[in-house]
């Protein structure tokens, strides 16, 4: 028996890439969560995926999608009329998500430490040429 044929990767677009990266990281929580709709924003290239389940563990894809795609913006969006609630992931376009990636990295702890240590070493470097300039030429 041949195996299954599977479509390259270059053929399905970034709509369906992110659609069963969503569902199948919401289905590891709920086995009903299903992908109720998809939506391109055209001026600023992100896209909105909304995760809807029969039960009531909304709270909880949410919480699964923000650890599995920090740099998407998730939310909880009810309908008031039907009292039902979908999780809703905005993955915005490739620029923001390094601007993103870029702004979580500097608030990092790390990253806050290793630039005060720069700063140190810059400044005691500051005052060591400084001595050896003015030893030189006082001397």
Same mark, same amino acid.
């Given at each position: 028996?041949? &195996?299954p044929v599977t479509e &390259?990767?270059? #053929?399905? #677009?970034?709509?369906e890439?992110?659609?069963?990266g969503?569902l /199948?990281?919401?289905r ?8 109720? +709709?998809?939506?391109?924003w !055209?001026?600023d290239d @992100?896209?909105?995926? $909304? =995760? %809807?389940t029969e +039960?009531?563990t909304p709270? $909880?894809i949410?919480?699964v999608l923000r650890r599995?795609w920090p *740099?998407a913006?998730? @939310?909880?969006v009810? /309908?008031?009329? @039907?009292?039902?609630s979908e999780?809703?992931?905005? =993955? &915005?376009s ?5 601007k993103?990636? /870029?702004?979580?990295? $500097? !608030? %990092? %702890?790390?990253?806050l430490?290793? +630039?005060? *240590?720069?700063?140190?070493?810059r400044?005691?470097?500051?005052i060591c040429?400084?001595?050896? =300039? =003015?030893? /030189?030429?006082?001397s």
């Amino acid at each position: 028996m041949d &195996p299954p044929v599977t479509e &390259p990767r270059s #053929t399905q #677009t970034l709509a369906e890439r992110l659609s069963r990266g969503v569902l /199948n990281t919401a289905r590891s929580v709920d086995d009903s969560a299903r992908i109720s +709709s998809i939506a391109r924003w !055209e001026h600023d290239d @992100s896209t909105l995926l $909304k =995760v %809807s389940t029969e +039960s009531a563990t909304p709270f $909880k894809i949410a919480d699964v999608l923000r650890r599995r795609w920090p *740099l998407a913006t998730v @939310s909880i969006v009810q /309908n008031v009329i @039907s009292g039902h609630s979908e999780a809703q992931v905005l =993955v &915005p376009s490739s620029a923001d998500q390094i601007k993103r990636a /870029n702004d979580m990295a $500097k !608030e %990092s %702890s790390t990253a806050l430490w290793l +630039s005060l *240590l720069v700063r140190v070493l810059r400044a005691a470097a500051t005052i060591c040429f400084g001595a050896i =300039v =003015v030893r /030189n030429v006082f001397s």
